[in-house]
């Protein structure tokens, strides 16, 4: 593991049980993000693919009793073990692991869809394509992704400070022209975009995008998959 990875992991695990307390109900006070959330399951349940979807840097685990709510089943994953205890925890009707958005644990085109909700945010440069083809590799064609995300210029932040729990890690706030050229390049269509203005004590704009996975492909990971 890079030593990003291990402080962004690091992080994660001593804000735990913060972002249990700082994102209880948030969704209920949220109704563009239950909107857009609404439509990438009434899309995928539409689709026909079936209801596994993953939902991926799960965090607390705080969205899968929405998604089982409105037809799917989801299986979340994280790369903090700490966050996936406490998602166990608290939601133990579903199922969580620990991994990396770089090498998921699910096979190909294996699911009905995929949610990124604010954790493709954490991805320097040089791991976006690897990791949003592995959104592509693991969603079938004709399902869906759907992504939030905080809008910005891409540059390096260290964020973590402001907590006062002694944890430091980097986050990339993208613009959503990169945010849809990434989901473009990897292998989906654009089916919606939008956001809104930042909120009270948000320093920047919330971005989403829904999109369809089209082509087939097997992903950048896919030889290294096969050599195992």
Do not use: I
């Not at 209920?28 to 009434?42: G, H, K, Y």
């Not at 925890?89 to 294996?110: E, I, M, N, Q």
């Amino acid at each position: 593991m890079d030593a990003g990875t291990d402080e962004l992991r690091a992080a994660h695990d001593g804000l735990a049980e913060f972002y249990v307390d700082l994102l209880a109900g948030a969704l209920e006070t949220e109704p563009v993000e239950r909107a857009v959330l609404s439509l990438f399951c009434e899309l995928t349940v539409a689709a026909g693919l079936g209801a596994s979807v993953g939902d991926v840097g799960c965090g607390t685990g705080r969205l899968a009793p929405y998604l089982a709510a409105h037809g799917l089943s989801p299986r979340g994953v994280d790369l903090s073990p700490e966050m996936v205890r406490v998602a166990r925890r608290d939601y133990p009707g579903f199922a969580f692991d620990v991994a990396d958005l770089r090498d998921l644990p699910f096979d190909d085109a294996s699911l009905a869809g995929a949610v990124c909700w604010y954790s493709s945010l954490f991805l320097p440069p040089a791991d976006r394509a690897a990791a949003f083809g592995e959104l592509a590799r693991v969603v079938k064609p004709g399902g869906y992704l759907v992504t939030a995300f905080k809008a910005g210029d891409g540059k390096p932040q260290r964020r973590g400070r402001s907590v006062g729990r002694g944890v430091e890690f980097d986050a990339f706030w993208l613009s959503p022209e990169e945010m849809e050229r990434r989901v473009t390049d990897a292998g989906f269509t654009t089916v919606f975009w939008g956001g809104r203005p930042a909120q009270e004590q948000e320093a920047t704009p919330q971005g989403y995008l829904l999109a369809r996975r089209t082509e087939a492909t097997t992903g950048p990971n896919a030889a290294a998959r096969e050599a195992k």
